[in-house]
């Protein structure tokens, strides 16, 4: 009986340190897990901020003026345009097309 | 050993002394065991959980809006605000000038705002970009705290402020579709209750409080190339014509989605300080004007949908003048007889009253009001206005005449713009909206198929040689359209030199994609005409809004290679 009692107890003891020890291990994993999600609120915050300045730099207007100004681009007179149709498309399009 | 074992035993009278005084204090512990856990339990068990556990505010941001193609055009970004508690705050005159200079301002006005009405909460400055806010906190002064807010930027600036609105100091939405879908947009904070430990790390979860609702990405109809585009030549027209105000609404024509909407004057909603409500109206949704001769068509229709008449009926315009009671209507170039269709191309105002005055004045009133006159759009935006159309009973003849040609009757430019789509989608009349689509909204029908594609030929008609509006035309397509050029009202009558001038139309007419709308709101550099002054508007944004949506011409110009052709030429070079 004795000797059943003190496995017993030796028992309750090694559960009772090992929910110690996975309660600490827990709790670490938690403070990474914040750690993480704290991180990913920050990269949130710096992606929006990355999207805001992009969005700066790709403004119409700014392209534009880049366009026409440094590398000198413009918009192609219709006389020097060449469309080029698959034939199918075409033909309905013609059949449709001047009143 | 028995004798001195019962000279050890201890006389009776002590022992149940003792025993008892032993008892007498279990009791008493007990008693205070069983009182502070019975009576005083919430109150302990509280006290001993806030050394440990905390509520943590989980921040939501407002959602994102974007155009069309997910080119963000509001974002919200955390900023920091300086907050002080004047209760807790032990800083001397020094520090003050200190934090004034880093969060720029003088120290008298601090001095002002801590030194006011005993309060807990005193905001110093808000909005301060991250880095200066970390200086605040390496001053480490006591009573002086940081808070996160979240502050609204427009990277389009002026180009999509009344389309879009603003919000205020909170992140409420104060105008435009930030209003109108704030509940979308909005986050709802949340917050959660944890453990913290002596570090104050969280190392456990106890609950959630309230979870947190981040708010919801929107993606609006417009497109912002073409909204550069209308902004930017509305802008030069504007200023060439020294015109008071304008506005120009691009609607897709088989969906009613809003591409492109645009004001004048305008102003920077990334500087809230300075924004004025007379230049933060988004004038083409609420402000009404006499939209002028674009409304002829709407009479047409009605005149050929009764059967009574048919494109080529001819009404007489000479003199040039018709006179109805005591009031007389004038055309600004006198005419002979002319057939419906050139009524629309030369825009007689004396063919389009005797049409008018040739129907019963509930037909012409039913087409109007199903044209969306005197409706609201439905497109949600705040401040609609849904503009001016009498009852038909109450009409005069005189009315009926100039109603016609669109007097005596008030309508938004986006309601004009949507009107069109009744010539542009085979008489259907299309719901407008400001957000995108995922599928094309069914329209109303509201003239046959038949009608509509009469009037939109006479449309096409007004941009030919001989029509009022040769500014209008784009090479490669063909555009059908109609000027308008009306007086302002002003007080009871109308002013003698004040013009309205607008340009409704759309193409490539074979096969409508586009619907521009262009007002000009009085327009003083010499010319007036709609077809001078505001065609040239819808021509310049249609030809580029074609070219980015790369619409195929419909109008051969002698530059269409087939494709055999093409590898012909391809094996030359």
């Not at chain 2, 001993?48 to 963000?72: F, L, N």
């Not at chain 2, 009605?302 to 000479?318: K, N, R, V, Y």
């Given at each position: 009986?004795?000797?059943?009692n003190?496995l017993?107890?030796?028992?309750?003891?090694?559960?009772?340190?090992?929910?110690?020890?996975?309660?600490?291990?827990?709790?670490?994993?938690?403070?990474?897990?914040?750690?993480?999600?704290?991180?990913a609120?920050?990269?949130?915050?710096e992606?929006?901020?990355?999207?805001?300045?992009?969005?700066?730099?790709?403004?119409?207007?700014?392209?534009?003026?880049?366009?026409?100004?440094?590398?000198?681009?413009?918009?192609?007179?219709?006389?020097?345009?060449?469309?080029?149709?698959?034939?199918?498309?075409?033909?309905?399009?013609?059949?449709?097309?001047i009143? | 050993?028995?004798?001195?074992?019962?000279?050890?035993?201890?006389?009776?009278?002590?022992?149940?002394?003792?025993?008892?005084?032993?008892?007498?204090?279990?009791?008493?512990?007990?008693?205070?065991?069983?009182?502070?856990?019975?009576m005083?339990?919430?109150?302990?068990?509280?006290?001993?959980?806030?050394?440990?556990?905390?509520?943590?505010?989980?921040?939501?941001?407002?959602?994102?809006?974007?155009?069309?193609?997910?080119?963000?055009?509001?974002?919200?970004t955390?900023?920091?605000?300086?907050?002080?508690?004047?209760?807790?705050?032990?800083?001397t005159t020094?520090?003050?000038?200190?934090?004034?200079?880093?969060?720029?301002?003088?120290?008298?006005?601090?001095?002002?705002?801590?030194?006011?009405?005993?309060?807990?909460?005193?905001?110093?400055?808000?909005?301060?970009?991250?880095?200066?806010?970390?200086?605040?906190?390496?001053?480490?002064?006591?009573?002086?705290?940081?808070?996160?807010?979240?502050?609204?930027?427009?990277?389009?600036?002026?180009?999509?402020?009344?389309?879009?609105?603003?919000?205020?100091?909170?992140?409420?939405?104060?105008?435009?579709?930030?209003?109108?879908?704030?509940?979308?947009?909005?986050?709802?904070?949340?917050?959660?209750?944890?453990?913290?430990?002596?570090?104050?790390?969280?190392?456990?979860?106890?609950?959630?409080?309230?979870?947190?609702?981040?708010?919801?990405?929107?993606?609006?109809?417009?497109?912002?190339?073409?909204q550069?585009?209308?902004?930017?030549?509305?802008?030069?027209?504007?200023?060439?014509?020294?015109?008071?105000?304008?506005?120009?609404?691009?609607?897709?024509?088989?969906?009613?989605?809003?591409?492109?909407?645009?004001?004048?004057?305008?102003?920077?909603?990334?500087?809230?300080?300075?924004?004025?409500?007379?230049?933060?109206?988004n004038?083409?949704?609420?402000?009404?004007?006499?939209?002028?001769?674009?409304?002829?068509?709407?009479?047409?229709?009605?005149?050929?949908?009764?059967?009574?008449?048919?494109?080529?009926?001819?009404?007489?315009?000479?003199?040039?003048?018709?006179?109805?009671?005591?009031?007389?209507?004038?055309?600004?170039?006198?005419?002979?007889?002319?057939?419906?269709?050139?009524?629309?191309?030369?825009?007689?105002?004396?063919?389009?009253?005797?049409?008018?005055?040739?129907?019963?004045?509930?037909?012409?009133?039913?087409?109007?009001s199903q044209?969306?006159?005197?409706?609201s759009?439905?497109?949600?935006?705040?401040?609609?206005?849904?503009?001016r159309?009498?009852?038909?009973?109450?009409?005069r003849?005189?009315?009926?005449?100039?109603?016609?040609?669109?007097?005596?009757?008030?309508?938004?430019?986006?309601?004009?713009?949507?009107?069109?789509?009744?010539?542009?989608?085979?008489?259907?009349?299309k719901?407008?909206?400001?957000?995108?689509?995922?599928?094309?909204?069914?329209?109303?029908?509201?003239?046959?198929?038949a009608?509509?594609?009469?009037?939109?030929?006479?449309?096409?008609?007004?941009?030919?040689?001989?029509?009022?509006a040769?500014?209008?035309?784009?090479?490669?397509?063909?555009?059908?359209?109609?000027?308008?050029?009306?007086?302002?009202?002003e007080?009871?009558?109308?002013?003698?030199?004040?013009?309205?001038?607008?340009?409704?139309?759309?193409?490539?007419?074979?096969?409508?994609?586009?619907?521009?709308?262009?007002?000009?709101?009085?327009?003083?550099?010499?010319?007036?005409?709609?077809?001078?002054?505001?065609?040239?508007?819808?021509?310049?944004?249609?030809?580029?809004?074609?070219?980015?949506?790369?619409?195929?011409?419909?109008?051969?110009?002698?530059?269409?290679?087939?494709?055999?052709?093409?590898?012909?030429?391809?094996?030359?070079?």
């Amino acid at each position: 009986m004795i000797r059943l009692n003190l496995l017993l107890t030796l028992i309750l003891i090694a559960c009772a340190l090992s929910v110690v020890t996975s309660q600490h291990n827990a709790r670490k994993l938690f403070v990474e897990l914040e750690k993480e999600q704290e991180l990913a609120r920050q990269l949130a915050i710096e992606l929006g901020q990355l999207q805001l300045e992009q969005s700066t730099w790709a403004l119409q207007a700014r392209v534009e003026k880049i366009a026409s100004e440094q590398i000198r681009m413009r918009v192609l007179d219709p006389s020097q345009v060449r469309i080029i149709m698959p034939e199918n498309v075409m033909n309905t399009n013609t059949a449709g097309g001047i009143p | 050993m028995r004798n001195s074992s019962k000279s050890g035993i201890l006389p009776g009278g002590r022992s149940r002394v003792l025993a008892a005084v032993i008892l007498l204090g279990l009791i008493g512990l007990a008693g205070r065991a069983a009182y502070l856990q019975g009576m005083h339990k919430g109150f302990l068990q509280q006290k001993g959980e806030s050394r440990y556990s905390r509520v943590v505010e989980i921040s939501a941001h407002r959602g994102m809006i974007t155009d069309r193609h997910g080119e963000p055009l509001a974002i919200s970004t955390p900023v920091e605000s300086v907050w002080a508690s004047p209760k807790d705050m032990e800083i001397t005159t020094s520090q003050i000038k200190k934090l004034a200079e880093i969060i720029g301002m003088n120290s008298a006005e601090i001095q002002k705002k801590i030194e006011g009405p005993r309060r807990d909460f005193v905001y110093l400055k808000r909005h301060l970009p991250p880095e200066i806010a970390a200086r605040v906190v390496e001053l480490n002064m006591p009573g002086v705290f940081l808070r996160r807010e979240f502050r609204r930027y427009y990277p389009a600036g002026e180009l999509t402020a009344h389309m879009l609105g603003f919000t205020d100091m909170d992140d409420n939405g104060q105008e435009g579709v930030e209003l109108a879908w704030q509940n979308d947009l909005a986050g709802k904070p949340g917050s959660r209750r944890v453990i913290r430990d002596r570090k104050k790390r969280i190392v456990e979860d106890i609950e959630s409080i309230r979870v947190p609702r981040p708010g919801r990405d929107m993606a609006l109809s417009i497109d912002s190339k073409i909204q550069h585009l209308a902004y930017r030549e509305l802008k030069q027209a504007v200023e060439a014509s020294k015109s008071k105000a304008g506005g120009i609404v691009v609607l897709d024509a088989q969906t009613g989605e809003v591409l492109a909407l645009a004001n004048l004057p305008v102003y920077n909603p990334n500087n809230r300080g300075n924004i004025k409500s007379e230049r933060a109206r988004n004038r083409a949704l609420t402000d009404v004007f006499e939209p002028g001769s674009t409304l002829k068509p709407f009479t047409v229709a009605a005149a050929l949908e009764t059967g009574q008449i048919s494109p080529d009926t001819i009404f007489q315009t000479a003199p040039g003048t018709l006179t109805i009671g005591k009031a007389t209507i004038r055309d600004s170039h006198r005419e002979g007889p002319l057939t419906v269709s050139q009524v629309i191309q030369k825009s007689s105002n004396v063919g389009s009253a005797k049409i008018a005055l040739s129907l019963p004045s509930k037909t012409l009133w039913e087409i109007l009001s199903q044209s969306g006159f005197g409706v609201s759009t439905g497109s949600g935006f705040p401040g609609e206005v849904t503009g001016r159309l009498k009852p038909h009973k109450t009409w005069r003849p005189i009315e009926q005449a100039t109603m016609s040609y669109g007097h005596g009757i008030s309508v938004s430019l986006i309601q004009l713009a949507r009107a069109y789509t009744l010539f542009a989608a085979e008489g259907e009349l299309k719901p407008v909206s400001l957000l995108k689509l995922d599928a094309p909204a069914t329209g109303e029908r509201v003239i046959s198929r038949a009608t509509a594609l009469a009037v939109s030929r006479m449309l096409e008609m007004v941009v030919r040689p001989g029509g009022t509006a040769t500014r209008a035309q784009i090479s490669g397509y063909r555009v059908a359209g109609k000027t308008g050029t009306a007086h302002k009202v002003e007080g009871n009558g109308y002013a003698k030199d004040r013009y309205i001038s607008t340009f409704v139309g759309y193409a490539p007419a074979s096969s409508p994609r586009l619907i521009i709308a262009v007002m000009l709101d009085e327009p003083s550099a010499g010319q007036y005409f709609g077809g001078v002054v505001a065609a040239p508007v819808f021509s310049k944004v249609m030809d580029g809004a074609l070219r980015i949506m790369s619409v195929p011409h419909d109008v051969p110009s002698n530059n269409i290679v087939s494709f055999p052709a093409a590898r012909e030429l391809g094996g030359d070079v």
